[in-house]
């Protein structure tokens, strides 16, 4: 039988659904059904079908038994006892599951009609008929305890990609069992096909091995974790034993329950990199012997598994021998990525492993030691999935390549004829911050809201030939800042809902407004299957309608005034702002046309819905003006295109904030800052305020030596200001104060630390630079 026997908890939050799900039916049961991802084709049919205990659900094969199995137990699990499953054909006042390959030629695709005569679900395979279901669970409307209803309808569905994945990292934080099944229901229900599993890391190794029992006693745990974020010094620590790791058992538990509901689980064993914790149990297999510690901290690592050492492989192949036997998916995914040559370059071993194989560099020794891997893990019969790196030095034979660093890997993988698997950082790391609000709990950084999400279009740029060797996109859920199941589930959902749309539907048919009506029902709806045990319903429903708060955004500042634009993506929402500090009510002024901010203020804005209930959280940003605002800006060395929000935000009165995901900052990698400032007239200044950032841990440093310099023609320069000395980790705000001086241009140079010297974070690549505002008084 399918699943356990539910925790009272479990129980109470059906209850909420039931409850919430009957009010939700009437609204429901006249509009377009709220079903994510929208399927390709859905035509109204008829009247609707009523659901009942003892209702008979007819499975033509026996390899359908299993998912009838699984209907049954979504039925019963709300509240829908007593369905009986039988093996043929029924034709009417039934539900009927057969697979027709013919009638739905495509991978994965199915065909559901439902009406008065019963529900009728015809698949390509059996993986079609569980996506059918979970298009059924999104159909169905409860009316009380004991049956359903289910529109009529006509749905005609297969996916735009044949691989479509969720990660979760549960090294860094370590998750029980009865969460990741959790995960894997809500990946079924929005027709993921795979789960990747990432069971080892620097920072713990969470799967047994019996061959090795030490990765299970010793690198399994670490002495402490970090508290806050990583770039935030002094470190601190919580000075308690951390770990975990899962049983063979529980593994193959894990994996029957994912394949139950179509979800195939990769793991991924990292090598050569992230070893850390293994070379704790392991010393031998490092390069320098140890003695190692399972790390405490986020980060990258110089230990890393010794590429000369044979013993390592020894140890590799017998880590994989057993992993094998636990997981059948075709794939096995062996990392590749952040894996630094500072101890191979160093080790004899591995200078004489580069000699023996005539290996020109270490990246070379690196491209060896994973096809070394991948022949053997091909020798069993399974293939290998690895992060872009292990395009550097040479692509093994039968790698599909995970691009994560930007799409460049993945479409130089694609150009090889390698399968490819997109997960670019920039729209599909869920770690990252959903929301600029500083109510956000820390995160890792950076920024992206949900629309972001969706927006993605995977290898747009790939010529139409090459685009059968894009196997599909996957959501990473790194968990270095996701310290509990409640905040992985926040930091997840609902934007693993987008990845899910944008995989399944194709591009054409995807428009987000119209996704996000399914949505606000979803998040209400089924909100409970992701609820953490710990928080309350009401705090979880508020927390998941955030993507409609409102945005504010900074447009181009003119001479002594910012205008704010602002937008929510509620329908019909009225926003509504202030310019006093106090907080907007649904009285205040109301947003029609783009505020002009001409004197510095703490601005403040809020949505409302039609009940006149507030939408989300209240937006506040201080805005100040001042003598450079909208002035003219230029610069020697152009900001990195990443860090580039353009000139303008250098005097647009909105400073930075230390989470430096606001497109406020500028930042200039190895370069030195050299700005010039135009306030198209001479005027008497005094005062010149800007922010630089220092985080050493993320390779921002403030300037070696900053000068401020003015001038009347922008030819002859006085200097003004200097300062070496920038003490704070974090903003180092500066206040250049001077005897009152005529002046038009205002130059300020900032001179960059350059190439980050050994034993700093980073060492070997370029500082980046970042300021924000130059406030002129």
């Known amino acids: 039988m399918i699943g356990t026997v539910a925790s009272n908890e479990r129980i109470m939050k059906r209850t909420y659904f039931l409850l919430i799900i009957c009010v939700l039916g009437a609204l429901r049961s006249l509009a377009q059904p709220a079903v994510i991802p929208q399927p390709v084709e859905m035509q ?11 209702i008979p659900v007819y499975y033509e094969a026996d390899s359908l038994l299993p998912a009838a199995q699984l209907l049954q137990h979504y039925m019963a699990s709300s509240m829908v006892r007593g369905v009986k499953l039988l093996q043929g054909r029924g034709d009417s006042n039934c539900v009927n599951l057969r697979v027709d390959s013919i009638a739905v030629p495509q991978a994965e695709g199915y065909v559901l009609e439902t009406g008065k005569k019963g529900i009728f679900l015809t698949a390509h395979d059996a993986a079609g008929i569980i996506h059918g279901i979970q298009t059924l669970r999104q159909l169905w409307i409860p009316k009380s305890s004991g049956y359903f209803t289910v529109p009529g309808y006509t749905i005609r569905d297969y996916p735009r990609y044949g691989y479509r994945s969720m990660a979760l990292d549960v090294s860094r934080h370590f998750f029980p069992v009865s969460y990741i099944k959790e995960y894997i229901d809500l990946l079924s229900l929005y027709k993921f096909n795979t789960f990747h599993w990432h069971l080892t890391d620097d920072q713990g190794w969470r799967i047994e091995i019996k061959q090795y029992p030490r990765l299970q006693t010793a690198a399994a745990w670490r002495k402490e974790t970090l508290i806050g974020h990583k770039k935030e010094t002094p470190h601190r620590f919580d000075g308690k034993r951390y770990g975990g790791y899962y049983t063979q058992q529980e593994v193959k538990e894990v994996v029957q329950y994912a394949a139950q509901r179509g979800i195939t689980i990769i793991p991924e064993i990292e090598m050569p990199g992230h070893a850390l914790a293994a070379l704790t149990a392991y010393p031998n297999l490092g390069c320098t012997g140890g003695p190692y510690e399972t790390a405490t901290f986020w980060g990258v690592f110089d230990d890393v598994f010794c590429a000369g050492n044979d013993s390592v492989f020894t140890f590799l192949q017998g880590v994989i021998d057993e992993v094998l036997t636990l997981f059948p998916s075709p794939y096995i995914h062996i990392g590749g990525d952040e894996c630094p040559k500072t101890r ?35 020798s069993k019969g399974r293939n290998i999935i690895g992060w872009d790196e292990i395009l550097e030095g040479g692509l093994a034979p039968n790698a599909t390549v995970m691009s994560w660093r930007g799409e460049e890997g993945g479409l130089a993988a694609a150009q090889q004829q390698h399968r490819v698997i997109m997960t670019p950082e920039s729209h599909v790391y869920f770690d990252y911050y959903q929301s600029r609000n500083p109510a956000e709990p820390v995160a890792a950084g950076h920024y992206t809201p949900l629309s972001k999400v969706y927006s993605y279009q995977p290898a747009a740029s790939l010529h139409d030939t090459l685009q059968q060797y894009i196997a599909g996109v996957e959501g990473q859920a790194w968990s270095e800042y996701m310290i509990n199941e409640q905040q992985a589930s926040y930091m997840i959902f609902p934007r693993a809902l987008a990845l899910a749309e ?15 009506k399914p949505l606000r029902e979803q998040v209400s709806t089924y909100y409970w299957l992701y609820l953490p045990r710990k928080e309350s319903i009401s705090a979880a429903r508020t927390a998941t309608h955030n993507f409609d708060e409102v945005i504010c955004t900074a447009m181009q500042p003119k001479a002594g005034s910012v205008p704010l634009t602002l937008y929510s993506s509620y329908p019909g929402a009225r926003i509504t702002y202030t310019t006093d500090g106090r907080e907007p009510q649904r009285s205040a002024s109301a947003y029609t046309a783009p505020v002009s901010i001409t004197q510095s203020c703490l601005f403040k804005a809020r949505a409302f819905n039609e009940q006149g209930k507030p939408i989300g959280r209240t937006f506040e940003q201080k805005v100040t003006i001042h003598k450079a605002t909208g002035a003219a800006v230029s610069f020697t060395h152009a900001p990195l295109p990443r860090w580039n929000p353009g000139a303008a935000a250098l005097v647009n009165g909105i400073e930075g904030v230390h989470r430096y995901n606001d497109a406020q900052w500028l930042g200039f990698s190895g370069d030195d800052l050299e700005a010039v400032i135009d306030l198209s007239t001479q005027q008497s200044i005094q005062h010149v305020r800007m922010n630089f950032l220092s985080y050493h841990w993320q390779r921002v440093w403030a300037p070696q030596q900053l000068e401020v310099l003015v001038s009347t023609d922008g030819q002859q320069y006085q200097q003004v200001y200097t300062q070496k000395d920038f003490p704070v980790n974090g903003i180092n705000k500066v206040q250049a104060s001077f005897p009152a001086t005529k002046a038009r241009y205002i130059k300020v140079i900032g001179k960059n630390k350059g190439i980050l010297p050994a034993g700093e974070y980073g060492a070997g690549s370029k500082a980046l630079l970042m300021i924000d505002e130059v406030v002129v008084e």
Not at 44 to 54: D, I, M, S, V, Y
Not at 360 to 374: G, K, P, Y
């Open 44 to 54: 109204r049919n008829g009247p609707a079908f009523t659901l009942h205990g003892g």
């Open 344 to 378: 191979w370059q160093q080790c004899a071993k591995c200078q004489a492993r580069m000699k023996a194989h005539n290996l020109a560099d270490e990246h070379a020794l690196q491209s060896w030691f994973v096809q070394r891997m991948e022949k053997y893990i091909n």
């Open 502 to 516: 944008l995989a399944w539907t194709p591009t054409t048919q995807r428009n987000y407004d119209d996704f996000l």
